[in-house]
Nanobody, 111 residues
């Protein structure tokens, strides 16, 4: 079955760190671009980070310098390392490859 399965949701304090994971099955994370998106309450889904097949990365200005996208080809897994988290980072985070989406991970940043 071709799918992307994400890690579970968490609550983290402002300034904290968190790593999201997205395990692919039926496809390879090493083939083609992969991305993380997020959708905050009442807002449209937005692109957060992209990693290309060559390893090049792109980040939204709102997360650049705080978030890092990476992948482990041996584990067929995509990651998003999030540091210095802010309340405004609260959202459901989705991994995406081609036309397929993960199920979403709720990240809540709150004191």
């Amino acid at each position: 079955q071709v799918q992307l399965v994400q890690s579970g949701g968490v609550l983290v304090q402002p300034g904290g760190s968190l790593r999201l994971s997205c395990v692919a099955s039926g496809m390879f994370v090493s083939v083609g671009d992969m991305a993380w998106h997020r959708q905050a309450p009442g807002k449209q889904r937005e692109l957060v980070a992209v990693i290309s097949v060559s390893g090049g990365t792109w980040y939204s200005p709102s997360v650049k310098g705080r978030f890092t996208i990476s992948r482990d080809n041996a584990k067929n897994t995509l990651y998003l390392q999030m540091n210095s988290l802010k309340i405004e980072d609260t959202a459901v985070y989705y991994c995406k490859k081609d036309s397929r989406w993960g199920q979403g991970t709720q990240v809540t940043v709150s004191s």
